[in-house]
């Protein structure tokens, strides 16, 4: 059965002839063009009822397809990695909110395919909300777009080397060395700079680019999720008394330094919230997302959660 009306595009394996692994790689390599048009029109697809089990039978399939699977090298969120290509969705605590991003737009170095597996859907709540990036560049104000076209954003990240507030850099990038660490990041085109063992990275980003395959217009943003605004009260508090916003975990300005205006970001939040979907898991799903086309999220859960992440270009 595929259902049309909503994002993500729904296919279920009542309409194959046998809902095994093989058969859903087979469909996809067999009509990776139809399948790519799909994705490209819906933005995410979700495949279910195709008798995937386990980490190892979620690898299997993202390993099977024509894509170029990628390591959460760079990644800012917390995670585990499982296998070679398959990590945890992001650990933060169950009552938290995380909100609607794409993964790593706050980098020029941002996978485009992300695939989700429920392994285990939680008793209650932790939906994985999607929103579409077309729609929420046409619902910002046009001046605002223009804005942010003209003067692009610059995303901070500050990371420890083994103790402080969020991921070290040794996590980030899975590597103890700093010469090896320095490489990629010379490679990646990205500015750094050490203090003492911490290390700062600042990468200017576009945020409004056109789709490479589609053409369409999208907004490709996390500052509303990176800016301080996003803390909580009692969080913010606790770290300006200890910190400058740029030398917190995240921090994003325009390029030029201006400061982003915390009414247009609180705008760009409600715009999201008025446009995202959602969508209760199913163990065994398995969804594809084009990272440029659609965000996502995750809702608050209670009971035990296992959904798994892998990326790809």
């Not at 993500?8 to 087979?26: G, Q, T």
């Not at 576009?206 to 999208?218: C, D, G, M």
């Not at 500052?223 to 916003?245: C, F, V």
């Not at 969804?287 to 959660?305: S, V």
Request: net charge negative; hydrophobic share 35%; proline share 5%.
């Amino acid at each position: 059965m595929i259902n049309e009306n909503s994002l993500p595009l729904i296919i279920d394996s009542k309409d194959f002839p046998e809902n095994s692994i093989e058969n859903l790689i087979h469909y996809i390599i067999k009509d990776y063009e139809k399948v790519n048009i799909l994705l490209m029109y819906y933005g995410a697809i979700l495949f279910r009822g195709f008798n995937i089990n386990t980490v190892n039978d979620f690898e299997y399939l993202v390993s099977s397809l024509p894509i170029s699977n990628l390591a959460y090298i760079g990644g800012d969120s917390p995670r585990t990695k499982l296998s070679k290509k398959v990590y945890t969705s992001t650990e933060y605590p169950a009552d938290q909110s995380i909100a609607l991003h794409n993964e790593m737009s706050f980098s020029n170095n941002y996978p485009k395919y992300l695939f989700f597996y429920c392994e285990l859907p939680s008793s209650q709540g932790g939906e994985t909300p999607l929103a579409d990036n077309r729609e929420l560049y046409k619902q910002l104000p046009a001046s605002l777009i223009q804005k942010y076209q003209q003067k692009k954003l610059k995303y901070v990240m500050n990371l420890h080397s083994g103790y402080g507030i969020g991921k070290s850099w040794q996590d980030v990038f899975e590597t103890d060395s700093r010469d090896e660490l320095e490489t990629i990041l010379n490679r990646r085109g990205v500015t750094y700079s050490w203090k003492n063992e911490n290390l700062k990275i600042i990468e200017i980003v576009q945020p409004v680019i056109n789709h490479p395959k589609t053409k369409e217009w999208i907004f490709f943003s996390q500052a509303h999720q990176w800016h301080p605004s996003n803390l909580d009260y009692d969080t913010y508090e606790s770290l300006i008394e200890m910190i400058t916003e740029t030398d917190f975990y995240h921090y994003v300005c325009y390029a030029d330094d201006e400061p982003l205006d915390k009414e247009e970001l609180e705008l760009t939040r409600k715009i999201i919230d008025n446009i995202k979907i959602i969508n209760p898991w199913k163990k065994g799903d398995f969804l594809f997302i084009d990272n440029l086309l659609c965000m996502h999220g995750r809702n608050p859960f209670k009971g035990e959660r296992k959904i798994r992440l892998s990326l790809a270009n």
